[in-house]
């Protein structure tokens, strides 16, 4: 049996492509529960990549030899139901099986086997890591497949079944020309993004401005990507609390470790940092410089105070010690319980409801 592998992959700034890093260590099999005539594969990969849906998995397969991918195996999906940091949102890879009535679902199961023992060599994932949907988030899915599950397993540990994958084939493109097609040909067949998202990126990157995709634009791209290589993709920035340089002296006025770690120590700067940390008609005095020494060493900004908070968006699925923990928030109990009371939620315990209120309060 022979698969080919279309690699047409949401675009990298949609919600549903979180783009965590992924280690694949279990494979989740879904049903997509969509019966209506021409809910293949393709439409699903064109369903996932509308900037509003919510949901992302790796694989489509219906009962063509054609499986659509839309994230690369290095990412996660949100697909499980078990929240934003869910060992089935995390760590496994999604293939959804349509279920079309237009289509024949047994050869479709069939695709789905062939896939995930090729991803089982491929991740060294053992059979007993392939798990139905349901096992993270108790859904009833794959609604099919559940109550054969255990066949469906037996089915992937049978080795008279040769599996071959294809390369993955050129994304079909909208509106593509021939040089679209080139770069598009081209990236795909290193394994990397080809979105628009991505080759404007690239681009970026690579010196070629204001990239809209002329033919120009895209030959130009292909040279230096074939001259140059292609760079890490981006991966989002992971907010972590950034320490403040502490210097490595353990005496020393205030101005050599202004200095030391290299922020403006003039007078008026110093001024500036006085007050902000409370210390009220700097003079520069030997106490004030002490004392403003001190709260520097042991943390305090040296950054101009920030007129506007910067919150990062609520991804998809996720919870709220995820997310303050990524804005950088103190997301403990007792900190969750003071934000509660302070938003008017009475009695906070940590419940389902309860955090849902607090991370749309505290995200705003
Ligand atoms: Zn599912």
Redo the contacts with the bound molecule.
Sequence with gaps: MLLNIVQDFIPASNRNRPQYTLVPVYITI??TANTSTGANAAMHARYVKNPTTATSWHFTVDDRDTVYQHLPLTENGW?AGDGGSGTGNRQSIGIEICVNRDGNLDKATQNAITLTKSLMEQFKIPVNNVVP?KRWSG?N??TNLLSKFDWFKSQLTNKQDKVEVTKPAPTPSKGANMTTGSIVTYLNSIGVDSSYTNRARLAGQHGISNYTGTAAHNTQLLGVLRDQGVKAPATPPKPKPKPVAKGNMTTGSIVTYLNSIGVDSSYGNRERLAKQHGINGYSGTANQNTRLLNILRNGGSTAAPSKKSTKPAVRAGEGIVSYMNRAGMDSSMANRKRLAQQHGISNYRGTAAQNSRLLTLISR
């Design positions: 879904h049903e697909h949907h859904k899915c794959p």
